[in-house]
Every structure is written in structure tokens, then in C-alpha cells.
């Protein structure tokens, strides 16, 4: 229920209509509007295609598979020998992590790379288990679907193969065909990561990315990138709060206490987690069982996820772009769970000197008594910006005829919804957007001419509409306007903007949910 509370019966919200846009383009323009996902976008965009007037029934496809993949973990802990109580623990947890729930309802990625990568842990335990022809040929199935759905998966994919062969290695299997062509695959993954992958990343992109890295490219001081990262990265596992904010202004008034109470909670999560992985390690040392082999693979990828933030190549604690190597961190709690369990468990039970059965029913009590406010308090929501309401609730005032310039932001629900015409165009020359590619709905060449000569536009018409966003419009306390001027609609963004210093004045304001429509008119035609 704490994820279904995301569904809406509003429109897409700007990131999620960008990426459902390819649904209404041909199948090859869609492949190269695509970045990293290849496969979820051509399984998205045949799932768009079936109703894509609701929203709700787009979101079903996320949604299935963020509850899937709790069904998934449960299954991965059970796999590896963990006890009822290990099970239940574990599973709660990743059930109710904040940014695990909020992103389970937008149309995204996010929640199907937590997916695939818990089914990899469960194929790779299976695979050493029974190490048969047929399991290891399933989990490189499992490898090269990963690979294919999203090129995040592809270090996922590193660190699986990687413990895979260290496996064998341990086992004396290090002549064993499998495991040669493990070898060979992980090194094919790796380079598979630059080339299909990094490589064609937008630089726009990389440098919006650059908040979350501990990269030269990151120029905060080192103790600001590590509050900024580390709390980040614990909001999005155990809801400790954001003292520095999802996206901090290097230029807003965050305080020095902030930035130190962040670098506390920083501290504690990086101690814990290498605390973890230390104990980890440790324990296969001393064990070679399925979970000290599957616990390499987590250690492995958190490892490879840490190491692509120092070097430049992935963002680390941005909540959302976390959720990929999520299974891996559930692994490692599941594994340290089990083993704390089996240390204190016989000691509780001595200890309490009651029956077992109101032990478990104690237990259980508290656990639903922190889990389901918990995670109430973080369900989940969906941003509304209802751009077919904005047009349709004032018809007589926007018509299909008049000049329009659309925000990017707003540009892709606009396309996706058929309001006007449009092309995609995709990045060249010194033309870079965010995502390699722009909406333009340029009928009048308006764009161009605001780039180049926004002072000749007088002389081509005396009306333009500017359609965009409300300020704070993804908050769900703020997205709701009414009133035909409200002082929380902010003003035109550039280029538009331009048009102030020309003469141009702002005659209406259309109010809507999320966005907005406003008039600008020109006194005198110009030549």
C-alpha cells in the first residue's frame, strides 16, 4: 500500500515523459533517444503503447516489478540459509527504503535494475550450489539480459562474474571451461561499461552527475562531498534526514552545522559500511559456502560503486541512481543478520526465560510497530504537472494557431500528449542537451529566432505564450496553484527571458497544476 499511493490520474511528470516520448516515434529514432537502457526502453515503449493516456496504467509496469523484487529478496535470504527471523528483518527493510518506495511509482528504470540485480545474486547462489552446465547457463542468460536492460547493470554484472571465478579459483576449479568463459566475460563487462556505456553519456549529464562524485569534476571541499554523498546514501536506505538537501546550491546558505551534522551521519553509515564488508571478507576467509561466495559478489559491486564515484564515471548517494546496487547491500545485511542471529539468538532465548512463541510474537509486534510507520511516513507520490488540464480547462485562450514556446520540462509531456507538433533533435555540432537529445516544437522557427535575433520576433507577431513549470513543482506541497496569478509562479526561463528587455510585457497568467501558461505582448509591431 505505501506504494501504491504513487498512482495519479494526472499526467507524466517531466523525467518520467521523457522517457515514455520514444513510445510516440519511430522504432529506430526511439533506439537513438535511448542512453543506457536499451531493452527497458523497447519493453517500456511497447507497454506505453498500449494506453498511453494513463498514467496510472504506465506505472503499473515499475510498480510490478519494485514488488517483485521484495518477493526477490525474500527468496535471495532463504537461498542463502538465512533463518524466518533473517528473512523477515531483511525483507522489511528493503520493503520500506525510502527512495526504494518513492521511486517504485515513476517510470523509470530504477525499480527493474533492483529487480534483475537480486536475480542475479539468486542465480549466482544457485549456480554455486549445483555448479551444473545448465545453472551456470542461466545465470549468463541472467547476465546478458542484466547487461542489455540497463549499462548500470553491467558493473553489477563485474562484480557477480568476478565472485563467480573467484569461486572456482577457491575451489580448484581453475581449468573448468565455465569458468574460463566467467574470465573472459568479466572483462568483456568491463570494457562493455566505457564503450556501450560511459562513453556515450551527454557531458551536460556527467556534469549534473558531478554533485554525487568524489571526482576532481566535484569542486566542493572533500568534507562537503562526503556529507553531501554519505547522507545521501542514508536517506535513501534508512530515511536519516537531508540536512544539505537532494541537489545542495553550491551558492545557498547551507550552514557549517548542517554540513558537520551531515558528515556525522556520513560517518557513521560509511563506518558501518565498511564494517560490513570487513566482516564479510573475513568470514570467507574463514568459510567457503554459498554465502560467503554471494557476499563477495556484494562486497565487489558496492566496492566497484565507490570506485566509479572517485573516478568520475557514476554518481554515488543521488537516492535514485543508488537503487541499482541496492540487492547488493541487502545481501551483505542479510548475511551479517543471520550471523548475529545465531550468536545472540540462543542467548535471548535463555535470557528471557519465556516461551518461545510469545518470544516470536514480541518480536513481530515491534517490528510492525517501527516498519509501518516508517513506512507511511515515506510512501510513495508522484509529482503532478498536468499539462493536457492546463490546455484543455482554457481553450479559449490557447489555441493550436497561436505562437507557443514550450520549457523544456514541460516539452516532452507536450510531445507525448500530441499537443502540438513537434520533431526530435538530437544533439550535434555545439548543440549538448542533458540527454543528447531535445523536443522542438518549433513551428514558427521561435526557438532559433529567440536564440539568434529575439529582436526581430516583434516584427513576426505581437503574442507569444510561454508554457512551463511551476517553481517546486515535483514537491508535493507545492504543486497545486489556482488563481489567475499566483507569486509562486516564477518567471520565464532563457532564451524567453530575453524578451523582457525588448519591449515585451507579461499580459496574462494561466494558473495550472504543476504548470503554467503565460501571456507576453508587444505594444507595436517592429521592423
Not at 22 to 44: C, E, K, N, W, Y
Not at 354 to 376: D, E, I, K, Q, S
Not at 386 to 411: K, M, T
Request: glycine share 8%.
Amino acid at each position: 500500500m505505501i506504494r501504491a499511493t504513487g498512482l495519479t490520474s494526472g499526467d507524466l511528470w517531466e523525467d518520467d515523459a521523457w522517457l515514455t516520448l520514444p513510445a510516440r516515434v519511430g522504432f529506430h529514432q526511439a533506439i537513438r533517444m535511448d542512453i543506457s537502457t536499451p531493452l527497458f526502453l523497447v519493453v517500456l515503449r511497447q507497454w506505453v503503447q498500449f494506453d498511453p493516456t494513463s498514467t496510472a496504467f504506465i506505472q503499473v509496469l515499475p510498480f510490478l516489478a519494485s514488488i517483485a523484487s521484495i518477493a526477490v529478496l525474500w527468496w535471495l535470504v532463504r537461498t542463502l540459509g538465512g533463518s524466518l527471523w533473517t528473512r523477515v528483518i531483511v525483507t522489511t527493510i528493503g520493503a520500506v527504503a525510502p527512495d526504494a518506495v518513492e521511486y517504485s511509482m515513476r517510470v523509470k528504470e530504477y525499480s527493474t535494475e533492483m529487480l534483475l540485480g537480486l536475480l542475479l545474486l539468486v542465480a549466482l547462489a544457485k549456480a554455486i550450489q549445483h555448479p551444473t552446465p545448465k545453472r551456470t547457463t542461466l545465470l549468463l542468460a541472467a547476465c546478458v539480459v542484466a547487461c542489455l536492460t540497463s549499462g548500470t547493470l553491467v558493473l553489477f554484472v563485474v562484480g557477480v562474474l568476478g565472485a563467480f571465478v573467484i569461486d572456482g579459483i577457491r575451489r580448484r576449479r581453475a581449468r573448468d571451461p565455465w569458468l574460463i568463459a566467467y574470465g573472459a566475460g568479466t572483462v568483456a563487462a568491463v570494457g562493455a561499461t566505457y564503450f556501450a556505456f560511459y562513453d556515450h553519456i551527454p557531458p551536460a549529464l556527467q556534469q549534473f552527475w558531478s554533485t554525487f562524485e568524489f571526482s576532481a569534476s566535484n569542486t566542493r571541499p572533500f568534507g562537503h562531498k562526503v556529507a553531501i554523498i554519505g547522507e545521501g546514501i542514508a536517506h535513501g536506505l534508512v530515511g536519516t534526514p537531508l540536512l544539505v538537501g537532494t541537489f545542495p546550491d553550491p551558492y545557498s546558505a547551507i550552514s557549517k552545522s548542517q554540513y558537520a551534522n551531515a558528515t556525522l551521519i556520513a560517518a557513521a553509515f560509511f563506518a558501518c559500511l565498511f564494517a560490513g564488508i570487513a566482516a564479510v571478507l573475513w568470514r570467507s576467509r574463514k568459510q567457503a559456502d554459498v554465502s560467503s561466495a554471494v557476499g563477495i559478489a556484494a562486497v565487489i559491486v558496492l566496492l566497484i560503486a565507490i570506485a566509479a564515484s572517485v573516478s568520475g564515471h557514476a554518481p554515488l548517494g543521488g537516492g535514485r541512481t543508488d537503487i541499482w546496487w541496492y540487492p547488493a547491500a541487502w545481501c551483505l545485511l542479510a548475511i551479517l543478520v543471520e550471523d548475529l542471529l545465531r550468536v545472540i539468538g540462543p542467548r535471548l532465548k535463555a535470557a528471557a526465560k519465556v516461551p518461545r512463541n510469545t518470544l516470536t510474537l514480541a518480536g513481530a509486534a515491534v517490528l510492525v510497530a517501527v516498519a509501518v510507520p516508517f513506512g507511511y511516513h515515506f510512501r510513495a507520490w508522484y509529482p503532478s504537472q498536468d499539462v493536457r488540464g492546463l490546455f484543455a480547462q482554457d481553450q479559449g485562450e490557447l489555441r493550436h494557431a497561436d505562437w507557443v514556446y514550450v520549457a523544456r520540462p514541460v516539452s516532452f509531456a507536450w510531445a507525448f500528449y500530441g499537443l502540438g507538433q513537434f520533431q526530435v533533435v538530437f544533439d550535434s555540432g555545439s548543440v549538448h542537451t542533458n540527454q543528447g537529445w531535445s523536443v522542438s516544437q518549433d513551428r514558427f522557427n521561435l526557438q532559433e529566432t529567440l536564440t539568434s535575433d529575439p529582436a526581430s520576433l516583434c516584427g513576426l507577431t505581437r503574442s507569444i505564450w510561454w508554457v512551463g513549470p511551476n517553481p517546486y513543482a515535483s514537491n508535493p506541497n507545492n504543486y497545486k496553484f489556482v488563481g489567475a496569478v499566483d507569486n509562486k509562479i516564477g518567471p520565464p526561463t532563457a532564451p524567453f527571458s530575453s524578451l523582457l528587455g525588448l519591449g515585451w510585457k507579461q499580459t496574462q497568467v494561466i494558473a495550472g497544476v504543476g504548470v503554467n501558461a503565460q501571456l507576453f505582448t508587444h505594444p507595436q509591431a517592429c521592423t
